[in-house]
């Protein structure tokens, strides 16, 4: 080789380090400046994630806490609007308290209530107990309780009218949910003796109920007591924010602390039933969105590394082939590479679209399956809106008429045959009426035991919602008797149907079920459970609206619990043209 060629190829060399160089270098530059890029987007994307997770979860343990409260007030009401209860407030009779307070386990165990109060219009205690769920002897309840009710009770006199207070009270006992209602009659008429109080004491056991109910783990710290440094930042950073009685919680009003690497807290601040700072409902859940964007940002790391130091010996490689061939070779190789890398990447890409279709088509079917089990489970428009919003449903009714029905002497029946024989007879007469409920357009609420419930005028409101549900009643005697005659098995239904204003919604987290309360509905039940094999009984309030459609018969007065006397009929069918 010439002393010429020998420079050039020195020059060729020196000149390939240096692109080298610049080519390792600038790679290193750019894959760090894209790691430090992702890695910032997915530390700060997760995070925000992270803090909407927890404030989400602690709306879903205030309103946990605000449907507790609700409950405990209908519970309460539901009490002070009995007859019986106003007549026990206005003499000195204590009858109704030995029949309906003896019994400490129906409060305790049904209603999880841990003190019953009855105050008196000028502020003194007639009946106070502190329950024990273990059955020891009640004791009498908190002074704090004693001493709210009286200025409660001064409230409601300087008001006089009617009332009901519902919120946390600081007790000897621990927190505690209070709800207060004025004891009047069923018909809300009468002027106010008094209230009746019912309070939960929101114990570990309590709050561990709550926690399996909203799966969330949640704690209450006491603002009174001792706190730690961050406890006492986020105390003096809420008390400029809503408490938990707001109906709409900002995010502001929810403080969001990382305890470790592990785990996160959000906060919100509880004001008492006077609207003072009580204490914090802690949530503390696990910071799985922080684990794993630390890991993602390790994998990517680690995968940029690698990419790095394999681009950094490719390119060394290249370069010296490069310079090795000839540039019409290099120009010929390199059109031939693309070539082939663009048929590839077209193949890939026809198989990848091929893959995806089949999968969007896949899981199009199991949306369209899960919607369908919903629909079975919940009405078609309460499903709409779940699927709309997702948040909880409750809807007021003002015209709805409710029908209950129980199969008359089902228990021997069913003591008598083999259990698989007992589910497919009640199944079959069940599925006889679910094809009665969908032939009238009605909606079918729950069966319980050989029970059926049946309502109409909800979640869609219509006109002829007694109508309907008349055409019903009948209409299932009908099937019953076919079906006695095919199965040979002696039984009969007892219906009862009333009309009025309900509210309806859809309860639990993890099984929905969509259910009904209110005064027509109990009334309704009772219809059923105060009339005879084979009568359909309504109430007057139902007898009024199809008088000139049907044929009645008139049954009389009936004792009907909670609610006194009541006239009631006997439906018989409807009436003809003629008599029309």
Not at 78 to 87: M, T
Not at 279 to 296: F, I, K, S, T
Request: glycine content about 8%.
């Amino acid at each position: 080789m010439s002393s010429q060629s020998q420079i050039i190829a020195a020059k060729l060399r020196q000149k390939n380090r240096r692109l080298g160089l610049l080519l390792s270098l600038g790679s290193l530059g750019v894959l760090g400046l894209l790691y430090l890029i992702s890695a910032t987007f997915v530390t700060q994307s997760l995070g925000r994630l992270e803090t909407i997770t927890v404030r989400q979860d602690v709306r879903r343990a205030v309103d946990g806490v605000d449907r507790e409260l609700r409950g405990l007030l209908v519970n309460t009401c539901d009490y002070a609007r009995w007859d019986e209860f106003y007549a026990y407030m206005t003499t000195n009779d204590r009858t109704f308290e030995r029949e309906n307070f003896a019994s400490s386990r129906h409060f305790t165990d049904l209603l999880n209530v841990d003190v019953l109060a009855v105050v008196r219009p000028d502020g003194q205690l007639r009946y106070g107990q502190l329950l024990s769920p273990q059955g020891a002897p009640p004791t009498p309840p908190p002074p704090s309780v004693e001493a709210y009710l009286r200025h409660w009770s001064q409230q409601q006199r300087r008001a006089q009218s009617q009332a009901t207070q519902t919120g946390w009270l600081t007790t000897e006992s621990g927190p505690m949910l209070l709800a207060v209602c004025s004891v009047t009659n069923s018909n809300e008429t009468a002027p106010p003796q008094g209230g009746f109080a019912m309070g939960r004491v929101l114990s570990r056991s309590q709050m561990q109920r709550l926690e399996q109910r909203l799966r969330v783990q949640m704690q209450l710290v006491d603002l009174s007591g001792s706190l730690s440094p961050s406890e006492v930042e986020v105390r003096d950073r809420l008390t400029r924010q809503p408490g938990l009685g707001d109906s709409a919680l900002p995010d502001d009003a929810i403080a969001v602390v990382p305890i470790t690497g592990d785990r996160i807290a959000g906060y919100a601040r509880i004001d008492d039933i006077n609207g003072i700072p009580l204490a914090l409902l802690r949530v503390e859940l696990n910071r799985d969105l922080h684990q794993q964007g630390l890991l993602a940002n390790q994998l990517l790391g680690g995968v940029l590394l690698v990419v790095g130091v394999v681009f950094g010996l490719l390119g060394r490689w290249l370069l010296k082939q490069l310079m090795q061939e000839s540039q019409r070779l290099a120009r010929v190789e390199q059109a031939l590479a693309h070539e082939s890398v663009l048929r590839l990447a077209n193949a890939r890409y026809q198989d990848k679209a091929v893959q995806l279709e089949i999968a969007l088509k896949e899981l199009n079917k199991e949306k369209e399956r899960s919607e369908q089990l919903l629909i079975n489970i919940l009405p078609e428009s309460i499903v709409q809106r779940l699927k709309e919003n997702g948040t909880s449903i409750a809807e007021h009714f003002d015209e709805v008429t409710i029908l209950f029905a129980d199969i008359v002497n089902f228990t021997p029946i069913a003591a008598r045959l083999p259990p698989f024989e007992v589910v497919e007879l009640l199944n079959g007469i069940f599925s006889e009426f679910d094809d009665l409920v969908e032939e009238f357009g009605l909606e079918k609420i729950k069966t319980i035991g050989d029970a059926y419930m049946v309502a109409a005028g909800l979640p869609v409101p219509r006109t002829d919602h007694a109508e309907a549900i008349a055409a019903m009643a009948l209409a299932m005697q009908q099937r019953v008797a076919d079906f006695r005659s095919k199965t040979g098995e002696a039984f009969q239904i007892r219906v009862g149907i009333n009309t009025g204003t309900v509210v309806g919604g859809v309860i639990g987290t993890k099984k929905f079920i969509y259910d009904l309360w209110g005064d027509t509905v109990n009334v309704a039940s009772r219809m059923e459970s105060t009339g005879l094999a084979g009568g359909i009984q309504v109430t007057a309030a139902t007898y009024n609206r199809l008088k000139d459609r049907y044929a009645f018969e008139v049954r009389g007065t009936v004792q009907i619990k909670g609610k006194g006397e009541m006239e009631t009929y006997w439906l018989r069918g409807k009436k003809s043209t003629e008599e029309g």
